[in-house]
């Protein structure tokens, strides 16, 4: 594999570094709550093979915008890493647009803060309704 494979630490120019890889692993040990690597991957259309834990389960749609395979199973990461590696052009097109809407509709700024906002206000609601809920006495001295 020498020659063909490139671990990356530290890259100033994250898209030029998408742009340029045939595929892009995020082969995390531990679950990241988010995990910006494979939005950032499906975003600039590249096929993008991740952990099957933490954020990856909510961002890449299980063989349509990506591959998630078992933490620690290197037989099942080589595997996907072949399937990525044979897309033809074609296969590798309809996988990038898939991924590029699929991040276009679910993972925008504006839809996360409006998702944000939501919560915010489903926990305003719950603090409400519980406090007209308690007697008058109790909720004098909340109020206070």
């Known amino acids: 594999l020498g020659g063909r494979i490139r671990i990356v630490d530290h890259c100033n120019d ?6 340029l890889s045939t ?3 995020s082969a995390s040990t531990e679950p990241e ?6 939005i950032e991957a499906q975003a600039m259309g590249r096929p993008i093979i991740a952990t099957d834990h933490g954020g990856a389960q909510e ?3 299980r063989n349509e915008t990506g591959w998630l395979v ?3 199973n ?3 990461l080589a595997a996907a890493i072949e399937e990525a590696l044979r897309l033809n052009d074609n296969q590798r097109s309809i996988l990038a647009t898939r991924a590029m809407a699929h991040i276009a509709q679910n993972f925008t700024r504006e839809k996360m803060v409006d998702e944000t ?3 915010y206000a489903e926990l305003l609601q719950e603090k ?3 406090l007209s809920q308690l007697p008058s006495s109790v909720e004098k001295a909340a109020a206070e």
């Open 70 to 72: 078992k933490p620690g």
């Open 117 to 119: 906002l939501n919560v």
């Open 74 to 76: 290197s037989n099942e």
């Open 128 to 130: 409400y309704n519980l």
């Open 14 to 19: 994250m898209p030029a570094a998408y742009m």
């Open 59 to 61: 961002t890449i749609l």
């Open 23 to 25: 595929i892009v692993v």
């Open 33 to 38: 709550g988010f995990g910006r690597v494979p």
